[in-house]
């Protein structure tokens, strides 16, 4: 049982690295003056789900479930 609370703890740790890495990769919700002109609706405002931000935003999300669900299993006191 303590051979899986260390692949756990390992696996808790690579999920907090990528996470971190992920979230600095992203750019900030403040679209500036942009928003006001409307520069917002362009291909790029319309579609943003299917770009790289958009796979990012899907991926950071999936990693933040992943880090809640080995925080609470790692802090079961089962091990």
Do not use: D, H, P
């Not at 703890?9 to 690579?14: C, G, K, P, W």
């Not at 992203?26 to 796979?55: C, D, F, H, P, V």
């Amino acid at each position: 049982m303590e051979a899986l609370r260390v692949v756990l703890t390992i696996i808790f740790i690579l999920i907090c690295i990528a996470l971190t890495v992920l979230v600095l990769m992203q750019e900030g919700k403040s679209a500036g003056l942009g928003s006001i002109s409307g520069a917002a609706e362009t291909y790029w405002g319309k579609n943003k789900g299917r770009s790289m931000e958009g796979l990012l935003v899907k991926i950071t999300k999936i990693l933040a479930v992943l880090f809640m669900l080995v925080a609470v299993i790692l802090n079961l006191n089962v091990f």
